[in-house]
């Protein structure tokens, strides 16, 4: 056996081992403080309410589980079950140019993962969100909305990884250099065009109607220096009733967004806050720090795939006989997060640090007491669980824990009135 499928198989066996014993941990630590709340939330969220989080969040990792197992499987299929090598010569058997058959492999592969999510993503919207009460898709609009993005993912994916292919069979040794040009002008592109075009595809947006809330909402702007394409109210209550706020796009392209089930439950000053805490991620650079560990991480990627893609221990390791462009881009794409799944504490250490930030900015610039209590609000009606594995939560979740970020937010009450 090649010692490149020895690595691989270790890889996926020991992430897939790990992810299943956090997700161990995480129902047995949410289990065990089910039927107490909190101290720091008691007189805010009710017994009932923590345990209908507690339920939400179990319901959510025994689909996890099933999901990752089955998941494991059918890159296994792909990859060394030969259903990459299948894919191409299907496509090469059509007789099209080189370019355009790879990247009907690459495009191919991705639509069939998707198509083997599709019960899981039923299982989560028709299941569990329908159980605890938060789903509001039919089944017409599920299948309209998984239609419209598979289409889109050809749309928009097919020219990019055309290209891609274009550079790596006609770029010489530097072609990955080009390919990471194309990559981020692709990224940076679809930033401006999202808010303007693919979003509404899927939903309605309407412009923040006048009144007290905009007026309150647009002081905050002015104080922050934040300049924008607008505020605009989303019909996420349409699919769901999870509420959310968030900003979008790149430049003058810039939106900020709130879904309509938000702004039902906030009352003003604490979707004032709420707004603080989003523009801080703009004022502390987040954003343009999160776009330049991107474009790092994607050179360094595209530079590994340079080297790999001239190793004929890469293609046989994993399945492939033939050394194609299509098999090195396609293989790297779903292997590479076999390796780096155990880098993912980094990433949601960075994450949560720069919410502490955001958190800081927003007491400073709206009442930190009133995104408190717009953070219990959504706590509560999200069913998030207050008690998460520690651990778990080192691994995955890219916010504070409720209790620390709480905690943190009073801290900095205390020290405003002191």
């Keep these: 056996m090649n010692a490149f499928t020895v690595l691989f198989l270790v890889a996926l066996v020991a992430g897939l081992l790990v992810e299943w014993w956090l997700l161990r941990r995480q129902a047995r630590h949410v289990q065990a403080h089910a039927d107490r709340v909190p101290a720091a939330f008691a007189d805010r969220i009710e017994l009932e309410q923590h345990r209908k989080a507690a339920d939400y969040t179990q319901a959510q990792i025994q689909a996890s589980r099933c999901e990752l197992g089955f998941g494991a499987v059918w890159l296994v299929l792909l990859t060394l079950g030969g259903g990459i090598a299948l894919l191409h010569s299907l496509w090469d ?70 290209a891609v292919l274009w550079v790596m069979t006609a770029g010489g040794d530097l072609w990955w250099v080009y390919a990471w040009l194309i990559w981020m002008g692709f990224t940076l592109t679809l930033s401006w065009a999202y808010p303007r075009v693919i979003a509404p595809l899927f939903n309605r947006f309407t412009a923040l109607e006048a009144g007290p809330v905009r007026e309150r909402l647009e002081r905050l702007l002015e104080r922050c220096g934040f300049r924008s394409d607008g505020m605009y109210v989303m019909d996420g209550s349409k699919r769901s009733s999870h509420g959310n706020a968030y900003f979008t796009g790149l430049g003058r392209s810039k939106r900020i967004v709130f879904f309509d089930t938000l702004l039902n439950a906030l009352a003003p000053e604490e979707l004032e806050a709420v707004l603080a805490h989003e523009l801080g991620h703009f004022r502390r650079r987040h954003v343009a720090k999160r776009l330049l560990a991107i474009a790092a991480i994607t050179l360094l990627g595209l530079a590994l795939l340079g080297w790999l893609r001239t190793q004929p221990w890469f293609y046989a390791g994993l399945g492939v006989p033939d050394a194609t462009p299509a098999a090195a881009l396609i293989l790297f794409l779903l292997v590479a997060p076999v390796f780096t799944q155990f880098l993912r504490p980094i990433g949601a250490w960075l994450s949560r640090r720069q919410e502490f930030e955001a958190d800081a900015y927003a007491a400073a610039q709206a009442d930190a007491g009133a995104l408190i209590r717009a953070l219990v609000k959504l706590y509560r009606d999200n069913a998030s669980t207050l008690t998460p594995d520690p651990i778990y939560s080192a691994f995955h979740h890219s916010h504070p824990p409720a209790p620390a970020r709480i905690a943190h937010l009073e801290a900095l009450t205390r020290g405003a009135t002191t």
């Design 93 to 162: 058997g059509l007789g099209w140019d080189p370019i355009w058959s790879g990247t009907a492999v690459v495009l191919s592969a991705f639509l069939v993962l998707g198509l083997l999510d599709l019960p899981y993503d039923a299982w989560r919207t028709f299941g569990i969100e329908a159980r605890f009460g938060f789903n509001r898709a039919t089944p017409a609009q599920f299948a309209r909305d998984k239609l419209l993005g598979a289409l889109l993912a050809v749309a928009l994916g097919g020219p990019l990884v055309a």
